[in-house]
């Protein structure tokens, strides 16, 4: 499997989801910087998580338009696969990938520590690796990730199984207790109609070592790399 990593200017994971890749793939990603106008062919591209322009403006608005990501939205729109991380959801929700927007945490702080999904389901690229239902613990490092989206936008989510994760407490109850930062229906990632597409506000590349705390982020990269090899 052959991925990229864009980087932006206050990208602050690149490094992070690099790491993960080689560990999962046997060999590194490439990086290709922002104000690239093409990049080779590849199998998935990962937008990592940071401050893309230092959240000017909203977070993830000003880097999707970047020139990269006219590539990274015409590949996508061709079936490559694209994870979004953190700012990387931002901004491919900014771009229009996915539905649906990243606002303040409810509140209104930082919010950087260890929190529990819920996997909605075992049945994609991206979640292999995982049981439906089962709970996995990994770290969250955000002030925009109140992922918020209308009635309709929201049920068309449910309806098509479109929902990746959603936050939950340690033993799984999707509830008010468990949701770091007001997020609808607790969610934490979503998926394009397709489901080529995953933007998550945790870092599963920041849970890939018993060093880090834990390894439940590890399956989502080595699932992808099973699924697009």
Known sequence: MKAAVIVFPGTNRERDIADALTLAVGA???????????????DLIVVP???????????GAMAAHSPIMRE??????????VLGVCNGFQILTEAGLLPGVLMRNAALKF????????????QTIFTNRYDAGQVIQVPVAHFDGNYFADDDTVARLEGEGRVAFRYCTPDGAVSSEGNPNGSIRNIAGIYNET???LGMMPHPENAIRAAQGGEDGKGLFEGLTAALA
């Open 28 to 42: 590194p990603p490439l990086r290709v910087w922002h104000g690239d106008a093409d990049m080779p062919k590849v």
């Open 49 to 59: 998580g940071g401050f893309a322009y230092g959240d000017y403006l909203r977070s």
């Open 72 to 81: 990274v939205v015409a590949r996508a729109k061709q079936g490559v696969a």
């Open 111 to 122: 919010i950087c520590r260890d929190v529990h999904l819920a996997v909605e389901s075992s």
């Open 195 to 197: 489901k080529t597409i």
